[in-house]
């Protein structure tokens, strides 16, 4: 089992930053990708940022040029840095990581959600 635990949303004024960490810990042999999610009230879960275990980036279109995710595989970490905020930003963000599992000889891949944080933009 893989747990997920976010940190760093809340409210904020349109324009403004934030920063959202995603930490992950228990069984496994490696992260693959890990990626940042949003739901917003009456809307389907879209992609926000996914980043793989070496590096390369994606990002939704609406968010190009404003966040920045990034992560420390030491740490097991994954970032979202929110710059330049605007009120339809406001969702409740989710952390997603694909990992790899190692029992015995057989390898599993896992697909794990974190518990989601609020980020609210104000205008």
């Known amino acids: 089992q893989v747990q997920l635990v976010e940190s760093g949303g809340g409210l904020v004024q349109a324009g403004g930053s934030l920063r959202l960490s995603c930490a992950a810990s228990?069984?496994?042999?490696?992260?693959?990708?890990m990626g940042w999610y949003r739901q917003a009230p009456g809307k389907r879960r879209e992609l926000v940022a996914v980043i793989n275990r070496g590096g390369s980036t994606n990002y939704a279109d609406s968010v190009k040029g404003r966040f920045t995710i990034s992560r420390d595989n030491a740490k097991n970490t994954v970032y979202l840095q929110m710059n330049s905020l605007k009120p339809e930003d406001t969702a409740v963000y989710y952390c997603?990581?694909?990992?790899?599992?190692?029992?015995?000889?057989?390898?599993?891949?896992?697909?794990?959600w974190g518990q989601g944080t609020q980020v609210t933009v104000s205008s």
């Open positions: 997603n990581a694909d990992t790899t599992t190692l029992t015995g000889s057989v390898y599993s891949r896992g697909d794990y």
């Open positions: 228990g069984s496994f042999f490696s992260i693959n990708d």
